[in-house]
Protein backbone atom coordinates (compact mmCIF):
# COMPACT_ATOMS: atom_id res chain seq x y z
CA UNK A 1 0.00 0.00 0.00
CA UNK A 2 2.84 2.37 0.58
CA UNK A 3 4.34 1.77 -2.40
CA UNK A 4 1.40 3.31 -4.32
CA UNK A 5 0.88 5.88 -2.14
CA UNK A 6 4.24 6.73 -2.78
CA UNK A 7 3.70 6.61 -6.47
CA UNK A 8 1.12 8.79 -6.32
CA UNK A 9 2.38 11.20 -4.25
CA UNK A 10 5.08 11.80 -7.86
CA UNK A 11 2.18 13.78 -8.91
CA UNK A 12 2.61 12.59 -12.37
CA UNK A 13 -0.09 10.40 -13.92
CA UNK A 14 -0.41 8.83 -17.76
CA UNK A 15 -4.42 8.27 -17.83
CA UNK A 16 -5.64 6.02 -20.48
CA UNK A 17 -9.37 6.17 -22.17
CA UNK A 18 -11.36 8.73 -24.41
CA UNK A 19 -11.79 12.14 -25.30
CA UNK A 20 -14.96 13.70 -26.22
CA UNK A 21 -16.79 16.67 -26.74
CA UNK A 22 -19.51 18.00 -24.33
CA UNK A 23 -22.62 20.23 -25.66
CA UNK A 24 -24.69 21.40 -22.96
CA UNK A 25 -27.38 23.83 -22.79
CA UNK A 26 -26.16 27.16 -22.05
CA UNK A 27 -29.10 28.20 -19.48
CA UNK A 28 -28.77 26.07 -16.80
CA UNK A 29 -32.82 23.91 -16.00
CA UNK A 30 -33.73 24.21 -20.28
CA UNK A 31 -34.26 20.70 -21.69
CA UNK A 32 -31.96 20.27 -24.59
CA UNK A 33 -35.07 20.17 -26.93
CA UNK A 34 -36.00 23.53 -25.62
CA UNK A 35 -32.63 25.11 -25.61
CA UNK A 36 -31.75 27.84 -28.04
CA UNK A 37 -28.11 27.93 -27.21
CA UNK A 38 -25.41 25.23 -26.43
CA UNK A 39 -22.11 25.44 -24.76
CA UNK A 40 -19.03 23.30 -25.69
CA UNK A 41 -16.31 22.19 -23.79
CA UNK A 42 -14.53 19.56 -23.20
CA UNK A 43 -15.70 16.16 -22.20
CA UNK A 44 -14.91 11.98 -21.88
CA UNK A 45 -14.02 10.55 -18.47
CA UNK A 46 -10.35 10.16 -18.69
CA UNK A 47 -9.93 13.59 -20.34
CA UNK A 48 -12.15 14.96 -17.43
CA UNK A 49 -9.80 13.38 -15.20
CA UNK A 50 -6.70 14.75 -16.50
CA UNK A 51 -7.96 18.17 -16.75
CA UNK A 52 -9.08 18.04 -12.89
CA UNK A 53 -5.45 16.52 -12.20
CA UNK A 54 -3.84 19.53 -13.56
CA UNK A 55 -5.97 22.09 -11.90
CA UNK A 56 -5.28 21.01 -8.65
CA UNK A 57 -1.42 20.66 -9.36
CA UNK A 58 -0.76 17.49 -10.86
CA UNK A 59 0.82 16.41 -14.23
CA UNK A 60 -1.55 14.23 -16.59
CA UNK A 61 -0.80 13.01 -19.79
CA UNK A 62 -4.01 11.47 -21.51
CA UNK A 63 -3.44 8.75 -24.09
CA UNK A 64 -6.08 8.05 -26.84
CA UNK A 65 -7.00 8.54 -30.20
CA UNK A 66 -9.00 11.71 -31.76
CA UNK A 67 -10.47 12.10 -35.11
CA UNK A 68 -8.48 13.86 -38.26
CA UNK A 69 -11.52 16.59 -37.90
CA UNK A 70 -12.52 19.89 -36.32
CA UNK A 71 -13.95 18.13 -33.61
CA UNK A 72 -11.15 15.73 -32.56
CA UNK A 73 -8.91 19.36 -33.01
CA UNK A 74 -11.56 20.79 -30.78
CA UNK A 75 -10.96 18.39 -28.05
CA UNK A 76 -7.24 18.83 -28.35
CA UNK A 77 -7.44 22.54 -28.35
CA UNK A 78 -8.99 22.33 -25.06
CA UNK A 79 -6.68 19.81 -23.58
CA UNK A 80 -3.95 21.89 -23.98
CA UNK A 81 -6.29 24.90 -22.47
CA UNK A 82 -6.51 22.86 -19.32
CA UNK A 83 -2.79 21.95 -19.30
CA UNK A 84 -3.34 18.61 -19.87
CA UNK A 85 0.19 16.82 -21.86
CA UNK A 86 -1.15 15.72 -25.16
CA UNK A 87 2.19 14.28 -26.50
CA UNK A 88 0.65 10.62 -26.53
CA UNK A 89 -2.60 11.58 -28.73
CA UNK A 90 -3.12 9.32 -31.90
CA UNK A 91 -5.38 11.28 -35.13
CA UNK A 92 -7.07 8.85 -37.21
CA UNK A 93 -8.43 9.29 -39.97
CA UNK A 94 -11.39 8.22 -42.20
CA UNK A 95 -14.85 7.33 -40.47
CA UNK A 96 -14.05 7.68 -37.08
CA UNK A 97 -15.41 10.43 -34.70
CA UNK A 98 -14.89 12.05 -31.28
CA UNK A 99 -17.35 11.13 -29.06
CA UNK A 100 -20.36 13.38 -28.43
CA UNK A 101 -22.51 14.23 -25.18
CA UNK A 102 -25.29 16.45 -25.56
CA UNK A 103 -27.16 17.24 -21.96
CA UNK A 104 -28.46 19.88 -19.63
CA UNK A 105 -27.90 21.47 -16.22
CA UNK A 106 -30.84 19.91 -14.47
CA UNK A 107 -31.50 17.15 -12.36
CA UNK A 108 -35.94 16.33 -12.48
CA UNK A 109 -35.71 14.69 -15.87
CA UNK A 110 -32.18 15.03 -16.77
CA UNK A 111 -31.39 13.81 -20.43
CA UNK A 112 -27.77 12.95 -21.58
CA UNK A 113 -27.71 11.91 -25.44
CA UNK A 114 -24.15 9.87 -26.30
CA UNK A 115 -22.89 9.44 -29.93
CA UNK A 116 -20.60 6.92 -29.80
CA UNK A 117 -21.08 5.79 -33.53
CA UNK A 118 -17.59 4.60 -34.91
CA UNK A 119 -15.99 5.88 -31.61
CA UNK A 120 -12.14 6.66 -32.52
CA UNK A 121 -10.59 6.38 -29.11
CA UNK A 122 -11.22 2.49 -29.70
CA UNK A 123 -8.63 2.93 -32.57
CA UNK A 124 -5.20 2.85 -29.74
CA UNK A 125 -2.91 0.32 -30.93
CA UNK A 126 -0.51 -1.90 -28.75
CA UNK A 127 2.26 0.08 -31.32
CA UNK A 128 0.62 3.66 -29.56
CA UNK A 129 1.07 2.43 -25.87
CA UNK A 130 4.62 1.24 -26.66
CA UNK A 131 5.45 4.81 -27.37
CA UNK A 132 4.76 5.88 -23.87
CA UNK A 133 7.69 6.70 -21.75
CA UNK A 134 6.44 5.29 -18.75
CA UNK A 135 8.93 6.03 -16.37
CA UNK A 136 7.92 9.05 -16.70
CA UNK A 137 5.36 9.00 -14.35
CA UNK A 138 4.43 7.99 -10.87
CA UNK A 139 0.70 6.04 -11.97
CA UNK A 140 -1.07 4.72 -14.73
CA UNK A 141 -4.76 5.75 -14.50
CA UNK A 142 -7.49 4.29 -16.54
CA UNK A 143 -11.24 4.58 -17.25
CA UNK A 144 -13.30 1.23 -17.75
CA UNK A 145 -14.04 2.43 -21.01
CA UNK A 146 -11.46 1.70 -22.90
CA UNK A 147 -11.75 -1.98 -22.33
CA UNK A 148 -15.23 -2.25 -24.10
CA UNK A 149 -14.02 -2.75 -27.55
CA UNK A 150 -10.29 -3.89 -29.83
CA UNK A 151 -7.89 -2.44 -30.29
CA UNK A 152 -8.20 -0.13 -27.43
CA UNK A 153 -8.72 -3.57 -25.04
CA UNK A 154 -5.53 -5.28 -26.03
CA UNK A 155 -3.83 -1.87 -26.13
CA UNK A 156 -4.49 -1.02 -22.23
CA UNK A 157 -3.80 -4.43 -21.14
CA UNK A 158 -0.58 -4.28 -23.15
CA UNK A 159 0.00 -0.90 -21.07
CA UNK A 160 -0.72 -2.49 -17.91
CA UNK A 161 2.17 -5.09 -18.91
CA UNK A 162 4.66 -1.80 -19.61
CA UNK A 163 3.30 -0.04 -16.74
CA UNK A 164 4.43 -2.96 -14.64
CA UNK A 165 7.48 -3.46 -15.48
CA UNK A 166 8.71 0.48 -15.26
CA UNK A 167 7.20 0.13 -11.90
CA UNK A 168 4.19 2.38 -12.07
CA UNK A 169 0.97 1.27 -10.16
CA UNK A 170 -2.45 0.62 -11.88
CA UNK A 171 -5.54 2.66 -10.54
CA UNK A 172 -8.45 1.69 -12.15
CA UNK A 173 -12.44 3.84 -12.39
CA UNK A 174 -14.45 1.18 -13.07
CA UNK A 175 -16.58 3.71 -15.28
CA UNK A 176 -19.27 1.30 -16.50
CA UNK A 177 -20.85 2.56 -19.61
CA UNK A 178 -23.17 0.11 -20.97
CA UNK A 179 -23.61 1.46 -24.16
CA UNK A 180 -19.89 0.93 -25.59
CA UNK A 181 -20.17 -2.59 -25.05
CA UNK A 182 -21.07 -5.66 -27.09
CA UNK A 183 -22.94 -7.31 -23.90
CA UNK A 184 -23.04 -7.55 -19.98
CA UNK A 185 -21.17 -10.49 -19.93
CA UNK A 186 -18.40 -9.69 -21.74
CA UNK A 187 -18.07 -6.03 -19.66
CA UNK A 188 -17.88 -7.74 -16.63
CA UNK A 189 -15.31 -10.82 -17.65
CA UNK A 190 -13.21 -7.94 -18.95
CA UNK A 191 -13.81 -5.30 -16.18
CA UNK A 192 -12.94 -7.90 -13.61
CA UNK A 193 -10.00 -8.86 -15.24
CA UNK A 194 -8.78 -5.01 -14.43
CA UNK A 195 -9.69 -4.71 -11.32
CA UNK A 196 -7.53 -7.70 -10.60
CA UNK A 197 -4.88 -6.32 -12.45
CA UNK A 198 -5.11 -3.11 -10.79
CA UNK A 199 -3.84 -1.62 -7.51
CA UNK A 200 -6.33 0.62 -6.69
CA UNK A 201 -9.89 0.61 -8.14
CA UNK A 202 -12.68 3.11 -7.52
CA UNK A 203 -16.54 2.57 -8.17
CA UNK A 204 -19.92 2.83 -7.20
CA UNK A 205 -21.97 0.66 -5.84
CA UNK A 206 -23.64 -0.10 -8.92
CA UNK A 207 -20.79 -0.79 -10.55
CA UNK A 208 -18.98 -3.04 -8.11
CA UNK A 209 -22.41 -4.86 -7.88
CA UNK A 210 -22.20 -5.42 -11.46
CA UNK A 211 -18.76 -7.02 -11.93
CA UNK A 212 -20.09 -9.19 -9.00
CA UNK A 213 -22.93 -10.18 -10.42
CA UNK A 214 -25.70 -8.14 -8.74
CA UNK A 215 -26.06 -5.29 -6.82
CA UNK A 216 -26.60 -6.76 -3.22
CA UNK A 217 -22.81 -8.28 -3.30
CA UNK A 218 -21.01 -5.68 -4.43
CA UNK A 219 -20.02 -4.41 -1.22
CA UNK A 220 -18.70 -8.18 -0.68
CA UNK A 221 -16.87 -7.83 -3.96
CA UNK A 222 -15.27 -4.40 -3.00
CA UNK A 223 -14.13 -6.39 0.55
CA UNK A 224 -12.76 -9.33 -1.87
CA UNK A 225 -10.33 -6.68 -3.61
CA UNK A 226 -9.30 -5.28 -0.61
CA UNK A 227 -8.66 -8.46 0.93
CA UNK A 228 -6.06 -8.62 -2.23
CA UNK A 229 -4.06 -5.57 -0.99
CA UNK A 230 -5.96 -3.48 -2.99
CA UNK A 231 -6.70 0.26 -2.49
CA UNK A 232 -10.63 -0.09 -2.92
CA UNK A 233 -13.28 2.78 -2.62
CA UNK A 234 -17.07 1.94 -2.80
CA UNK A 235 -19.03 4.69 -3.66
CA UNK A 236 -22.55 5.27 -2.73
CA UNK A 237 -23.86 8.74 -4.20
CA UNK A 238 -25.46 10.30 -1.37
CA UNK A 239 -24.68 7.80 1.57
CA UNK A 240 -20.91 8.52 0.93
CA UNK A 241 -18.24 6.42 0.50
CA UNK A 242 -16.19 3.57 2.47
CA UNK A 243 -12.25 3.11 1.76
CA UNK A 244 -10.70 0.03 2.19
CA UNK A 245 -6.74 0.14 2.75
CA UNK A 246 -4.67 -2.29 4.93
CA UNK A 247 -7.49 -3.66 6.71
CA UNK A 248 -9.38 -0.57 7.79
CA UNK A 249 -12.72 0.44 6.41
CA UNK A 250 -12.92 4.74 6.26
CA UNK A 251 -16.51 5.90 6.01
CA UNK A 252 -17.23 9.11 4.83
CA UNK A 253 -19.68 11.18 3.92
CA UNK A 254 -20.26 14.12 1.35
CA UNK A 255 -20.68 17.46 1.33
CA UNK A 256 -24.53 18.68 0.49
CA UNK A 257 -25.08 21.34 -2.05
CA UNK A 258 -28.02 21.92 -4.47
CA UNK A 259 -27.18 20.25 -7.52
CA UNK A 260 -28.34 21.62 -10.91
CA UNK A 261 -27.07 18.02 -13.06
CA UNK A 262 -25.60 14.49 -12.24
CA UNK A 263 -22.67 14.25 -14.48
CA UNK A 264 -19.18 14.70 -13.98
CA UNK A 265 -19.14 14.03 -10.08
CA UNK A 266 -16.96 10.59 -10.85
CA UNK A 267 -14.42 11.92 -12.59
CA UNK A 268 -13.85 15.27 -10.37
CA UNK A 269 -13.99 12.62 -7.21
CA UNK A 270 -10.83 10.38 -8.86
CA UNK A 271 -8.65 14.06 -9.58
CA UNK A 272 -9.72 15.40 -5.94
CA UNK A 273 -8.93 12.19 -4.04
CA UNK A 274 -5.46 11.31 -6.00
CA UNK A 275 -4.86 15.26 -5.35
CA UNK A 276 -5.37 14.71 -2.27
CA UNK A 277 -3.07 11.57 -1.73
CA UNK A 278 -0.18 13.38 -3.44
CA UNK A 279 -0.59 16.20 -1.00
CA UNK A 280 0.58 14.06 1.57
CA UNK A 281 -2.88 14.10 3.50
CA UNK A 282 -4.46 11.14 5.24
CA UNK A 283 -6.40 9.02 3.46
CA UNK A 284 -9.96 9.77 5.19
CA UNK A 285 -8.84 14.07 4.19
CA UNK A 286 -8.13 12.53 0.53
CA UNK A 287 -11.13 11.18 0.03
CA UNK A 288 -13.19 13.99 1.50
CA UNK A 289 -11.25 16.36 -0.85
CA UNK A 290 -12.78 14.13 -3.82
CA UNK A 291 -15.90 14.06 -2.30
CA UNK A 292 -15.76 18.09 -2.20
CA UNK A 293 -14.87 18.14 -5.89
CA UNK A 294 -17.53 16.12 -6.69
CA UNK A 295 -20.21 18.47 -5.23
CA UNK A 296 -18.79 21.46 -6.59
CA UNK A 297 -18.27 20.10 -10.11
CA UNK A 298 -22.42 19.15 -9.90
CA UNK A 299 -23.55 22.54 -9.39
CA UNK A 300 -22.12 23.97 -12.13
CA UNK A 301 -22.41 23.60 -15.77
CA UNK A 302 -20.65 21.37 -17.41
CA UNK A 303 -17.96 19.19 -16.68
CA UNK A 304 -14.22 19.73 -17.08
CA UNK A 305 -14.79 23.96 -17.02
CA UNK A 306 -16.56 23.15 -13.76
CA UNK A 307 -13.73 21.70 -11.94
CA UNK A 308 -12.32 23.17 -9.12
CA UNK A 309 -8.26 24.31 -8.91
CA UNK A 310 -6.69 24.24 -5.55
CA UNK A 311 -7.87 27.38 -4.04
CA UNK A 312 -11.07 26.65 -5.16
CA UNK A 313 -11.66 23.81 -3.70
CA UNK A 314 -10.16 25.33 -0.40
CA UNK A 315 -12.44 27.90 -0.17
CA UNK A 316 -15.49 25.16 -0.75
CA UNK A 317 -14.22 23.60 2.42
CA UNK A 318 -13.67 26.28 4.52
CA UNK A 319 -17.39 27.29 3.42
CA UNK A 320 -18.77 23.80 4.36
CA UNK A 321 -16.50 22.95 7.11
CA UNK A 322 -18.34 19.17 7.50
CA UNK A 323 -19.39 16.46 5.55
CA UNK A 324 -22.44 14.41 6.37
CA UNK A 325 -22.25 11.31 8.74
CA UNK A 326 -21.48 8.27 7.01
Given at each position: ?42 G ?32 VN ?9 T?L ?35 T????E ?8 A ?8 A???A ?19 F ?5 P?S ?23 N?E ?95 G?A ?22
Amino acid sequence: MQALLDAIAKRSFVVFGRAGMDLFAATPGVKSEDAGMFQADLGGSSANICAGLVKLGCRAALVTSVSDDAVGRFAVNRLRHYGVDTTYLQVVGGEYRLSLAVYESRIEGFQNVIYRNGAVDFQVTPQDVERVDYADFGALITAGTVFAADPAREATFHAFDLARRAGLPIIFDIDYRPYSWPSPEVAAQVLSRAGAESDMIVGNDEEFGFMAGGIDKGLAKARELAAQGKLVVYKMGHQGAITFADGQEIRTGIFPVTAIKPNGAGDSFMAGLLAGIADGRPLREAVLRGSACASIVVSRPGCAPAMPDTQGLNEFLAAHPGATDC
